[in-house]
């Protein structure tokens, strides 16, 4: 019987080659010449500044007093102010005003906010017979990104005076600025 391979095994190693050819050929193998494309993504955050008070109205009633004297200071601190913002500027700022002009002779209003965790705060007093001008006055300064939720508002309401204070109204109106020197 003779050798199938030949004397020198070409058969074999040509079969052997065969068989490699046909493995790469049959076989999917993986490009390594890929295709590429770009694609470009635009991300908008835009500017946030919102705020929000608790409570649509809140009514500070004075006591009645005593026979002979007037009446004492009312303080109520049921309302709560939020505000979120993701602006970075040294001129972010709460700001309140009264904008029926004229605080009522025979009282003061103070306002205390609470203040957030960056930021600055100042109380103001608007004292009897002042007129406000419809004027922001600015409470909380500094304010950098940051969302705070149910900060206190703290008013104060005082009889100013030798005469019990006349029945009034007043509104007070919050607003949230980032540019409040352009007012």
Request: aromatic share 8%; glycine share 8%.
């Amino acid at each position: 019987m003779s050798n199938p391979r030949g004397p020198d095994g070409r058969m074999f190693w040509a079969s052997k080659i065969f068989a490699l050819l046909m493995l790469l050929i049959l076989v999917p193998v993986p490009s390594r010449a890929a295709t590429s494309s770009n694609h470009t993504v635009t991300l908008i955050v835009p500017s946030i500044r919102e705020i929000s008070v608790s409570g649509s109205f809140m009514t500070i009633t004075m006591g009645q007093p005593t026979a002979g004297s007037l009446p004492g200071a009312v303080v109520d601190n049921s309302a709560k102010y939020s505000f979120t913002t993701n602006v970075s500027s040294e001129n972010c700022k709460v700001n309140v005003k009264v904008p029926d002009g004229t605080m009522p002779n025979g009282v003061t209003l103070k306002m205390d906010l609470a203040a957030p965790p960056v930021g600055n705060v100042t109380s103001i007093t608007w004292e009897n017979g002042v007129n406000a001008n419809n004027v922001y006055y600015a409470l909380v300064s500094g304010i950098t990104p940051q969302a705070c939720p149910n900060l206190g508002i703290t008013l104060t309401l005082n009889p100013k005076g030798p005469t019990p204070p006349p029945a009034m109204w007043v509104e007070v109106t919050f607003t949230f600025a980032l540019f409040p020197e352009s007012w």
